[in-house]
């Protein structure tokens, strides 16, 4: 209550999220035989496209990765289409969303399997992230490009927005049987974070 007697609500400080999070939302990666709606594989075998493997850390700001990060992935299908509610009561089409954690690999990384998206008008394929860690007060935004798509990025609106010296920590390096890609949370390597 104020003076004059009115009611006047406000923001409320923020609380870091975790360290339980992961072990919540990912509970298959740890073992557990909780429910939960998404996993690391985001396209089923039928899933039309080309087959992609993504793997890589999270590194915090001294170069060691990180052990309870949990990301979130949202991305088109094959044909640069966004899957809309049809296709979410569908238990068998492309949903387009992914979530995995980094505490249950040894190495404390992650992997993402799926199809490789299409172009969605003028930006490059690529997959909107959402990571959540311990210690972060809010979740952080990016996106994965891919390198072998060199055309396309230098068409995206997107990429042009981010300076060109900060631009490769954007780009997922093809190798013969995967894409490597690290999200570095601070240092020289820092990873592009958006603000939305």
Same mark, same amino acid.
């Given at each position: 209550?104020?003076?004059?007697?009115?009611?006047?609500?406000?923001?409320? *400080?923020?609380?870091? /999220?975790? *360290?339980?999070?992961?072990?919540?939302?990912?509970?298959?990666?740890?073992?557990?035989?909780?429910?939960?709606?998404?996993?690391?594989?985001? %396209?089923?075998?039928?899933?039309? @496209?080309? =087959?992609?493997?993504?793997?890589?850390?999270?590194?915090?700001?001294?170069?060691?990765?990180?052990?309870?990060? +949990?990301?979130? /992935?949202?991305? $088109? &299908?094959? =044909?640069?289409?966004?899957? @809309?509610?049809?296709?979410?009561?569908? =238990?068998?089409?492309?949903?387009?969303?992914?979530? /995995?954690?980094?505490?249950?690999?040894?190495?404390?990384?992650?992997?993402?399997?799926?199809?490789?998206?299409? =172009?969605?008008?003028?930006?490059? *394929?690529?997959?909107?992230?959402?990571?959540? +860690?311990?210690?972060?007060?809010?979740? $952080?935004?990016?996106?994965?490009?891919?390198?072998?798509?060199?055309?396309?990025? %230098?068409?995206?609106?997107?990429?042009?927005? /981010? *300076?060109?010296?900060?631009?490769?920590?954007?780009?997922?390096?093809?190798?013969?049987?995967?894409? $490597?890609? &690290?999200?570095? +949370?601070? @240092?020289?390597?820092?990873?592009?974070?958006?603000?939305?």
């Amino acid at each position: 209550m104020t003076g004059d007697g009115s009611n006047l609500l406000l923001q409320t *400080p923020s609380q870091t /999220v975790g *360290p339980f999070f992961a072990l919540g939302l990912t509970a298959h990666q740890y073992g557990h035989r909780f429910p939960q709606i998404a996993d690391g594989r985001i %396209a089923r075998e039928e899933t039309p @496209g080309e =087959r992609i493997r993504i793997t890589g850390q999270v590194i915090d700001g001294a170069g060691a990765p990180i052990p309870d990060a +949990m990301l979130e /992935v949202w991305q $088109a &299908d094959a =044909r640069g289409r966004y899957p @809309g509610p049809r296709d979410f009561a569908d =238990r068998t089409a492309f949903h387009g969303f992914g979530r /995995v954690g980094t505490g249950t690999d040894p190495e404390f990384c992650f992997a993402i399997e799926t199809v490789k998206p299409g =172009r969605l008008g003028r930006e490059a *394929p690529h997959l909107n992230v959402v990571l959540f +860690m311990r210690g972060l007060l809010l979740h $952080a935004y990016t996106r994965i490009h891919f390198s072998d798509e060199q055309a396309a990025n %230098a068409e995206c609106p997107v990429l042009a927005s /981010v *300076p060109g010296d900060r631009r490769e920590t954007l780009i997922a390096r093809r190798h013969p049987s995967h894409y $490597a890609f &690290d999200i570095h +949370m601070q @240092g020289p390597l820092e990873t592009v974070f958006f603000d939305l």
